[in-house]
Structures are given as structure tokens and as C-alpha cells.
């Protein structure tokens, strides 16, 4: 069935795209704010080192308990789903799924 006049779905889309198209430059979320200049051009400001590491052994053995809680949740839900893949082996010996049951 080919409809010949688009259908209000679509035009609604378009309206919407044409709005966010159009509305973007005039949005308020869009505009830079004005930056004050209160820092002194003569201080050289060192970046904040950045050390991907944990602090203290708190933190370390927090690590340590999620990677394991991790891989022991993988461990469980691949146990239930080799479970499931039995059912259905066995289920399919059965011919439970089969149209034409003997």
C-alpha cells in the first residue's frame, strides 16, 4: 500500500528536526559566559599531577574484591547458562520443539 500524502508521524519528525536545527544557534545552553580575569598572567600555574594508582592499601584491596566479585559473577552466570544449554539439549532429544510429535 503506497500512501501518497506523508503521513503525521513524519511530518511531526521533520517539524522537530527543523525546530533543533534552527533553535540551536538562539540557544541560552549554547552561549559562552564571559570569563573574568582575576588570575595574575605573571604566575605560571603547574598542572595537577593526575596518578592512576591507589592510595593506600584500603583502596588496593577494594581493587582486589571487585575483580574478584567480577570475574566470580562471570563464573556464576556461565554455570546457569551451560545449566540452560543442557535443558534445551535435552529438551530437543525429547523433540519438545518439533511440529510433528511421534
Request: charged share 20%.
Given at each position: 500500500?503506497?500512501?501518497k500524502?506523508?503521513?503525521?508521524?513524519?511530518?511531526?519528525?521533520?517539524?522537530?528536526v527543523?525546530?533543533?536545527?534552527?533553535?540551536?544557534?538562539i540557544?541560552l545552553?549554547?552561549?559562552?559566559?564571559?570569563?573574568s580575569v582575576?588570575s595574575?598572567?605573571q604566575?605560571?600555574q603547574?598542572?595537577e599531577k593526575?596518578?592512576g594508582?591507589?592510595q593506600?592499601?584500603?583502596?588496593?584491596?577494594g581493587?582486589?574484591?571487585f575483580?574478584?566479585?567480577?570475574?566470580?559473577?562471570v563464573?556464576?552466570?556461565?554455570?546457569?547458562l551451560?545449566?540452560?544449554?543442557?535443558?534445551?539439549d535435552?529438551?530437543?532429544?525429547?523433540?519438545?520443539?518439533?511440529a510433528?510429535?511421534?
Amino acid at each position: 500500500m503506497i500512501l501518497k500524502k506523508p503521513s503525521f508521524l513524519f511530518i511531526v519528525c521533520f517539524f522537530l528536526v527543523f525546530l533543533a536545527w534552527v533553535g540551536t544557534p538562539i540557544c541560552l545552553s549554547q552561549q559562552e559566559a564571559e570569563q573574568s580575569v582575576t588570575s595574575n598572567p605573571q604566575e605560571k600555574q603547574e598542572p595537577e599531577k593526575i596518578i592512576g594508582a591507589p592510595q593506600d592499601a584500603k583502596q588496593k584491596m577494594g581493587i582486589w574484591v571487585f575483580v574478584g566479585w567480577m570475574w566470580i559473577s562471570v563464573l556464576v552466570l556461565i554455570f546457569f547458562l551451560r545449566l540452560k544449554i543442557k535443558e534445551v539439549d535435552r529438551l530437543c532429544q525429547l523433540r519438545f520443539f518439533s511440529a510433528k510429535k511421534d
